[in-house]
């Protein structure tokens, strides 16, 4: 059986919850839309919790808690995506380092809007269902991908940047 490292569990697990608590930001202070953490936290979570079960169930955890907070109804393209991010974050589980980090926060955002923003996933009123319907629905969402991806890069470098140091730190926090 895994040797489960409670330490770094806790610790990753506070660190998902702090960056699930950014998209209640738009709700406490004018900030740009989109520009939270929640997709630097999927790809950490894929990355950095040693089971992989936990690396999904915290982080859905965390975002439907946030969710209730404010207000969100559920969206099985939104949570599809969301856990897409987390599996780009076991992409690079055995090999985190800052270019794998960049191309995982890439790619997860670009899966993200793919997904999310799929003309047919919305009543055929919002947009037509056909290839101008898909086109535009994806050009609605760009300035969304764009503070997405931002988001990703610098919160992906607070959340692995912060989890480095810390882990230099506080040797327990290491992986098993």
């Known amino acids: 059986m895994k040797h489960i490292n409670s330490t770094r569990f806790i610790v990753l697990s506070l660190l998902v919850i702090a960056a699930a608590l950014t998209r209640a930001l738009p709700y406490l202070i004018p900030h740009i839309w989109n520009f939270t953490a929640i997709g630097a936290l999927a790809v950490f979570s894929g990355a950095q919790f040693s089971d992989k079960r936990m690396a999904f169930i915290i982080p859905?955890?965390?975002m439907a808690v946030s969710?209730?907070?404010i207000g969100n109804g559920?969206?099985?393209a939104v949570y599809t995506g969301f856990v897409a991010m987390v599996g780009c974050?076991?992409?690079i589980r055995d090999k985190v380092n800052?270019?794998?980090i960049i191309l995982a926060s890439f790619i997860s955002a670009s899966v993200f809007f793919l997904i999310t923003n799929f003309a047919f996933l919305y009543p055929a009123s919002m947009?037509?269902?056909n290839i101008s319907g898909i086109l535009a629905s994806y050009a609605a969402g760009l300035p969304f991908f764009r503070n997405m991806l931002i988001g990703n890069?610098?919160?992906s470098a607070v959340l692995f940047g912060s989890f480095n140091l810390l882990s230099k730190r506080f040797p327990v926090?290491?992986?098993?």
Not at 173 to 176: E, I, P, R, S
Request: proline share 4%; no cysteine; hydrophobic share 60%.
């Open 60 to 62: 859905i955890a965390a």
């Open 67 to 69: 969710d209730i907070f």
């Open 74 to 76: 559920f969206s099985l």
């Open 89 to 91: 974050g076991f992409l």
């Open 98 to 100: 800052t270019t794998n």
């Open 127 to 129: 947009y037509p269902r």
């Open 153 to 155: 890069l610098v919160f």
């Open 173 to 176: 926090l290491a992986k098993v």
